[in-house]
């Protein structure tokens, strides 16, 4: 039941963005954590986070690699793949999502979202800009 129900969140509530989906999934107290730990949504602004994301990125599609269910808890690694239309070319992120469902509800949620590779793809961030960070670099902007 929870691969399922984890399947529905990210293909539907995330990626389409349909909040009949989110609604069904998700309690109203519910909050979106993340990694790191001060990455957190409340569910009230999850649908503007979907609506921005999607702005950024394009039309998408999922590809689950791997989907793990030991209920209570499931977890998925992904692949998003879009095409943003400021791009020739589509992007590619990996995603790693951990999640707990309790009477057909999420009651807890972490993520891990390649949001350097995402900007990097975008055009958002120089060019070989994780390899300059490694080596101890800084990244500015004037």
């Not at 963005?17 to 309690?27: K, M, Q, R």
């Not at 209920?71 to 990996?94: E, G, M, V, Y």
Request: charged residues 20%.
């Amino acid at each position: 039941m929870s691969k399922e129900l984890l399947k529905s969140w990210i293909e539907h509530g995330w990626l389409n963005g349909e909040l009949d989906t989110v609604n069904s999934i998700l309690p109203a107290t519910f909050s979106i954590a993340g990694l790191p730990a001060s990455e957190n949504f409340p569910r009230a602004e999850f649908p503007e986070l979907v609506e921005l994301f999607r702005r950024l990125t394009g039309p998408g599609v999922v590809e689950i690699t791997n989907i793990i269910e030991d209920t209570p808890w499931c977890s998925a690694t992904f692949k998003l793949i879009a095409k943003p239309a400021t791009q020739l070319k589509p992007i590619t992120i990996d995603v790693f999502l951990v999640a707990k469902f309790e009477s057909g509800r999420m009651t807890e949620h972490y993520t891990g979202f390649d949001y350097f590779s995402l900007f990097s793809q975008l055009g958002q961030i120089p060019e070989n800009s994780l390899e300059h960070c490694l080596l101890g670099g800084h990244l500015t902007w004037a």
